[in-house]
């Protein structure tokens, strides 16, 4: 079975620049997750996704930060304009259901420059 | 607001030693407790996960962990270390069925020969 499969796996980009971020979940997985990952921290969540429907953003910087799951299936993070300080790991998740045991991907690694 | 913390930040032992990880909650009711492995640049992998029962909990790799309501922890034990366990290591709980993770800011375990 395929795990979790993020793209780009690193990214440098000048800060003001726009960024995104891609992941294709498990097949079959309703629940899809946005984690960021600070140096030296744990994941941190930034939205859930239950289906195409984002159920819990209250982490995401909204002034700068979308992301989107069209069909209920892969999602796209972006950031726009990127800020120095978002340089981190962004990890996607996903479970069968909420609550269930989530499975990561390899993450993307963000440095702004 | 729950929180997690692990004491350690490193924590060096030698190949064949013993290992003990501390895990401690901040949660007035028993939560759903979780120990992820991180290996450089992947992804989280779950160990194993405590959601009630048995307080002795097996997880993959030949880890285990106990979860003691006195004392809200969940440590993670291994008799006989490998050097292929040298990783980062995060507990994490869930606070109630279908909410979200909340990590601890991880132990980075070395293994020396």
């Known amino acids: 079975e395929a795990g979790v499969v993020q793209s780009p796996r690193y990214k440098i980009i000048e800060k003001k620049q726009p960024v995104a971020f891609w992941c294709n979940p498990i097949s079959g997985h309703n629940t899809l997750y946005w984690y960021r990952q600070n140096l030296g921290q744990g994941p941190e969540l930034l939205i859930r996704y239950e289906n195409e429907e984002a159920v819990d953003d209250s982490q995401l910087p909204k002034d700068r930060f979308s992301a989107e799951r069209l069909k209920g299936v892969d999602s796209t993070l972006k950031i726009q304009p990127a800020e120095l300080g978002d340089s981190a790991v962004y990890l996607c998740a996903s479970s069968f259901r909420k609550g269930y045991e989530q499975y990561f991907g390899p993450g993307t690694r963000l440095t702004v420059t | 607001a729950q929180s997690v913390t692990q004491p350690d930040i490193h924590i060096t032992v030698s190949e064949g030693a013993s290992l003990e990880l501390r895990c401690n909650y901040s949660y007035g009711a028993t939560p759903y407790l979780f120990w992820y492995v991180q290996s450089p640049g992947q992804g989280l992998q779950l160990l194993l996960k405590y959601f009630s029962g048995d307080t002795l909990v097996q997880g993959i790799k030949g880890f285990e962990a106990e979860f003691k309501r006195s004392q809200s922890s969940f440590n993670l034990r291994k008799p006989s270390v490998h050097w292929s366990d040298a990783a980062e290591y995060f507990c994490?709980?869930?606070?109630?069925?279908?909410?979200?993770?909340?990590f601890g800011a991880g132990t980075i375990l070395r293994v020396k020969s």
């Open positions: 994490a709980v869930i606070k109630e069925y279908g909410n979200k993770l909340v």
